[in-house]
T-cell receptor
Framework: ETGVTQTPRHLVMGMTNKKSLKCEQH?????MYWYKQSAKKPLELMFV???????ENNSVPSRFSPECPNSSHLFLHLHTLQPEDSALYLC????????????????FGPGTRLTVT | QKEVEQNSGPLSVPEGAIASLNCTYS??????FFWYRQYSGKSPELIMF????GDKEDGRFTAQLNKASQYVSLLIRDSQPSDSATYLC??????????FGPGTSLSVIP
């Protein structure tokens, strides 16, 4: 247990569905991340939130929409996904030690295995 | 040139041997380096980080950083079957992005 939880752990959705992934961290961190991990490819950073503000969006398609209502919770809203979006979606958190300075020592949640049919 | 490179493996070592995992990076201004372990079907787990040139030891793990040659390595002494996993190298670049390598699969043979 890393102190980062994700739900659901597995999700199968059709291309026309709308679903949301949830992440919660119990570490007192103030930066949170969404990553995509596909087979045979490196981890891809999707979004970064620091102090509940989005500080990075790595050219992610608009069918992925993040939301960070507070420093402990992070959501990833999904709609009209494509089969190539099937992957493991990982949430991580870390601590900002000074304004704008994130340690990047990240703690990952267990991930949501997403299958788009 | 890929930003962070690792041999994909699999790297096989006998139990009790030293496993050596290597990572090279392209951004010369990178400052922070991380090693994550990922068991099959699980999420990455941070095991080591290093910021300064030289060696950093933590139990059976030693991280080695050589900024001039732009490589960072992870040594695992007295390898155990439970060390069998994929090891991910991550680099914090000078443009404030963390880039992960593709990972090296390690298999420790009893």
């Amino acid at each position: 247990e890393t102190g980062v939880t994700q739900t659901p752990r597995h999700l199968v959705m059709g291309m026309t569905n709308k679903k949301s992934l949830k992440c919660e961290q119990h570490l007192g961190h103030n930066a949170m991340y969404w990553y995509k991990q596909s087979a045979k490819k490196p981890l891809e950073l999707m979004f970064v939130y620091s102090l509940e503000e989005r500080v990075e969006n790595n050219s992610v398609p608009s069918r992925f929409s993040p939301e960070c209502p507070n420093s402990s919770h992070l959501f990833l809203h999904l709609h009209t996904l494509q089969p190539e979006d099937s992957a493991l979606y990982l949430c991580a958190s870390s601590q900002e030690v000074a304004p704008g300075v994130i340690t990047y020592e990240q703690y990952f949640g267990p991930g949501t295995r997403l299958t788009v049919t | 040139q890929k930003e962070v490179e690792q041999n994909s493996g699999p790297l096989s070592v006998p139990e009790g041997a030293i496993a050596s995992l290597n990572c090279t990076y392209s951004d010369r201004g990178s400052q922070s380096f991380f090693w994550y372990r990922q068991y099959s079907g699980k999420s990455p787990e941070l095991i080591m980080f290093i910021y300064s040139n030289g060696d950093k030891e933590d139990g059976r793990f030693t991280a080695q950083l050589n900024k001039a040659s732009q490589y960072v390595s992870l040594l695992i002494r007295d390898s155990q079957p439970s060390d069998s996993a994929t090891y991910l190298c991550a680099v914090l670049t000078s443009y404030d992005k963390v880039i992960f390598g593709p990972g090296t699969s390690l298999s420790v043979i009893p």
